[in-house]
């Protein structure tokens, strides 16, 4: 087997309810700032659930759509490339003058791909009839179209493919890259996630599901996510994409890139247990949080923040708290944990991205965001959620989780450069 090879993060991009770009988001996560609010894209008056997150002011024409192509494509694929863009550009990248750059993949993951589309097209075929469906559903929205189409912008002639794992699928897809560049023939990998399922089907399912809260906050839509909190009744829908773009730390030591971080350990497991639910005992996900501190040499002490996937359901956040303790023991209390979808909502396959882009923030800036919203103590969630209030503190070591329906989780530790 060929010797592995060191991985760094060179760019990061980001699109989702809290802003556009790294720097909106960034500001408004360890500000507080929610980006939930009433749903704006259809009528809602006949559904459970009335607010989402949605992603305000997008113009995808600034990251290499037209505006016809922007009709034809899902959102969630507006939503992912134009994540990429960012990345790409945050990197210093130019792959134009890279010739066919088969040295280079793309992997973006994503839970239920075109659902935006599928949700408008099955109303048409009952209402205008089969002749007036969209030719460019299909192409403009199945799970792998962000990110071929992300390489038909760029000119990208490696691997591309879709990354499916519900909740877990951007953190899979950063995995799956990760992996790759460690023993394969690439330099570059774009990695990460895109989802859009703030639609009428998706929101009724959920909703019908019991998944999603159904309180409106009193009022305040901006109040009702609040993982790891007593009253948390649900996880709010979102959209959003995060994109990361990672090396091998030859090739990017050898252009003079700009270095984020270093991947330090990967984990994943499956559940095997049900349907939606978790697998109460948290096994399996301690086990991909032990996997990933295992690969990364590091004791758990050498951790200092987990950006946790706290979806504010009380089966996940119960859940999660139990992993990781188990994973941490004693260090768990002393770590410091939050839920950065107390202010995104829950963006499903997007998700990993986004959080992955947090992780690089917090090791970059030595701040911590906060999980808002929390405001009676779960005696079953009694870690350090960093209330309400981001908070400065250096870190050397990161970690984000991600667990998706059918018991996919999925773990990234995440390490200060060290050349």
């Known amino acids: ?45 006949d559904y459970r659930v009335h607010i989402g997150g949605e992603v305000k002011d997008l113009d995808s024409t600034q990251y290499g759509f037209t505006p016809r192509d922007a009709q034809r494509y899902d959102r969630s694929v507006l939503l992912g490339v134009s994540a ?7 990197a210093g990248l130019d792959f134009e003058s890279r010739g066919e750059n088969l040295d280079v993949g793309v992997i973006v993951g994503t839970g239920m791909g075109g659902v935006a589309n599928i949700s408008k097209m099955s109303m048409v075929i009952v209402q205008k009839g089969p002749a007036r469906v969209s030719p460019f559903l299909v192409p403009s929205g199945t799970p792998e179209v962000t990110a071929h189409t992300v ?44 989802e859009s399922a703030v639609c009428e089907i998706s929101i009724a399912a959920f909703g019908n599901m019991k998944a999603l809260s159904q309180w409106d906050g009193d009022g305040d839509p901006k109040r009702v996510s609040r993982p790891f909190e007593k009253n948390r009744s649900g996880f709010v829908m979102s959209e ?33 247990y ?15 949080m032990k996997m990933a501190l295992k690969e990364a040499g590091l004791p758990p002490e050498a951790v200092g923040y987990i950006n946790a996937h706290g979806t ?15 994973a941490f023991g004693d260090h768990a209390y002393k770590l410091c944990v939050s839920s950065t979808k107390s202010m995104t909502g829950h963006m499903v396959g997007g998700c990993g991205g986004v959080e992955a882009m ?8 030595g701040i911590i965001p906060p999980t808002i919203n929390y405001e009676v103590p779960d005696p079953e969630c009694d870690l350090d959620y960093v209330p309400n209030k981001a908070r400065e503190k250096k870190v050397d070591v990161v970690a984000s989780s991600n667990l998706g329906f059918g018991g996919h989780n999925a773990v990234l530790l995440f390490k200060k450069f060290e050349g």
């Not at 995060?242 to 994943?268: D, F, M, P, V």
Request: hydrophobic letters at 40%; one cysteine or more; proline letters at 1%.
């Open 1 to 45: 087997m060929s010797e592995k090879k060191r991985i760094v993060i060179t760019g990061i991009g980001t699109m989702a309810c809290t802003g556009i770009g790294v720097d909106a988001n960034w500001d408004n996560l360890i500000n507080g700032r929610s980006g939930i609010d009433k749903i704006s894209y259809f009528d809602t008056s």
């Open 84 to 90: 990429a863009t960012e990345a790409i550009n945050d």
């Open 151 to 194: 390489a038909l912008k760029q000119g990208i002639h490696g691997a591309t493919f879709g990354v499916n794992t519900a909740c877990a699928a951007g953190t899979d897809a950063i995995i799956t890259a990760v992996k790759r560049l460690q023993y394969g023939n690439e330099n570059i990998i774009i990695a990460g996630g895109a």
């Open 240 to 272: 959003g994409a995060g994109i990361l773009i990672l090396e091998t730390l030859k090739h990017a030591k050898s252009r003079g890139a700009k270095i984020y971080a270093e991947i330090a350990g990967c984990g994943q497991t499956t559940d095997a």
């Open 274 to 288: 049900h349907m939606t639910a978790p697998e109460p005992s948290g096994k399996y996900v301690t086990l991909a």
């Open 312 to 326: 504010s359901t009380k089966y996940n956040d119960k859940t999660e708290t139990i992993a990781i303790k188990n």
């Open 358 to 365: 947090v992780c690089m923030k917090v090791l970059e800036t």
